[in-house]
Every structure is written in structure tokens, then in C-alpha cells.
């Protein structure tokens, strides 16, 4: 399994950035692909994952109202679309994979598969 995370880059606060996971290698059927973020000096933090098949997603409380997962079944991709961003938003994004089971998404050790990260800074 392969993940490729792309989209990250430099953005002033308030402004939006989209996030592109390609996943290959496998049939995601049942699979929840999701988003973490790494800050320097922090611990690796949950952002959003998405059910793979449905469609049903779930998201940190400091994203809500501001981020969106998404799915392009076709094009096997996953997108983070982050909008109103903060300075504080700044982190490498990683994409991560893993079978869905209901509850404990922010625990990274549940997730099988992970991509290299994106970095993305907002500057205030």
C-alpha cells in the first residue's frame, strides 16, 4: 500500500489550502484513510478521517467548522480541504490508513498505513 501526500505549502492566515492523498496498492473497501498533523516539538495529532465506502467522517474539535475530508472514489484520492487557517495550523500533514472500526481514530497506532507528509506553514 501507497500513500502520497501532496498540496502542502506557504499560505497567510485566513486563507485555504487543499491536501491530496493518492492511495494505491490495495482496495480501501472498509477502509478509513485519515489525516494527522505533526508541529514541531508536538506530538503527532489527529485531524479527520473518512469512511472509504460510506463516506461518513469524523474530526478533531480544533478543525471543525474549518476542514473538510473527502473522497474521490474513482481517483482513489483523499482531500483535506483547510480553510480559514491559522499559524497555529502549521505542521507536516501525514495521511495515514487504516480498517474501520468505530471509535479510536485519533490513536495513531490503529492506523496501518502511512504516506511521507506535506508540510504546510501559515504565516500570520
Known amino acids: 500500500v501507497q500513500l502520497q501526500a501532496s498540496g502542502g505549502g506557504l499560505v497567510q492566515a485566513g486563507g485555504s489550502l487543499r491536501l491530496s492523498c493518492a492511495a494505491s496498492?490495495?482496495?480501501?473497501?472498509?477502509?478509513?484513510l485519515g489525516w494527522f498533523r505533526q508541529a514541531p516539538g508536538k506530538e503527532r495529532e489527529f485531524v479527520a478521517i473518512?469512511?472509504?465506502?460510506?463516506?461518513?467522517?469524523y474530526y478533531a474539535d480544533f478543525v471543525k467548522g474549518r476542514f473538510t475530508i473527502f473522497r474521490d472514489n474513482a481517483k482513489n484520492t483523499v482531500y483535506l480541504q483547510m480553510n480559514s487557517l491559522k499559524p497555529e495550523d502549521t505542521a507536516v500533514y501525514y495521511c495515514?490508513?487504516?480498517?474501520?472500526?468505530?471509535?479510536?481514530?485519533?490513536?495513531?497506532?490503529?492506523?496501518?498505513?502511512w504516506g511521507q507528509g506535506t508540510l504546510v506553514t501559515v504565516s500570520s
Open positions: 495515514a490508513a487504516r480498517t474501520w472500526e468505530r471509535g479510536r481514530y485519533s490513536d495513531p497506532t490503529y492506523y496501518n498505513y
Open positions: 496498492g490495495r482496495t480501501f473497501y472498509n477502509y478509513g
Open positions: 473518512i469512511n472509504w465506502s460510506s463516506g461518513t467522517a
